[in-house]
């Protein structure tokens, strides 16, 4: 994949930029089901930004609210937060030629891992227990405001009154030892 300048940015992604942000990647992609290439007759792009990943549809998922980031050969599937699943069709000789993903690729980790500020697996119903929950802290890039979040693991039922006393012991624990 080549790296684009600015001036390669679709104008509907270019337009909502905020001052500062810059383009790190972006790729051409299949279409979404329904649709066809924008209007200036480009095909439908994926843009990773220094704050968002845009996508073909136009809209921005904040880097601190993507979960779950897997690539394949035909796709990006990711958990956008507060959102569920989101795929996007990646193109292949059938959608009209490859594209060297590796820098999109690269992009989306470094951007979804430097968001992360802590990812601590808490063991419930007991210390020893394999089931549990995650405890994340996630901040967006150039932010200062830490959102903390609770993954339940499969398995777990969220009505279970002994969560509601676990949850905010284990989250003080973590953020007095954490220092968040």
Known sequence: MAWFGRD???DQVRSRLERGERVLAHAPVAAPAGSGPSPEGRPPV???TTRALYLPDGHAVPWQDIDQAKWSSDELRFIE????????RLRTELTGGAVDYRRMAEAVAERVTSSILVN????????DST???????????????IDWRVHLGEGLDPR???????????LALVREQMGV
Not at 81 to 88: A, D, Q
Not at 121 to 126: H, L
Not at 131 to 145: C, D, I, K, N, Q
């Open 8 to 10: 390669d940015v679709p």
């Open 46 to 48: 994926l843009v990773a």
């Open 81 to 88: 937060e507060g959102h569920g699943e989101r795929t996007v």
């Open 120 to 127: 601590r697996f808490v063991p419930f119903p007991s210390s």
């Open 131 to 145: 089931e549990g929950f995650r405890l994340v802290a996630r901040r967006a890039p150039l932010g200062t405001e």
């Open 160 to 170: 279970d009154p002994r969560l509601s006393d676990a949850v905010p012991r284990a």
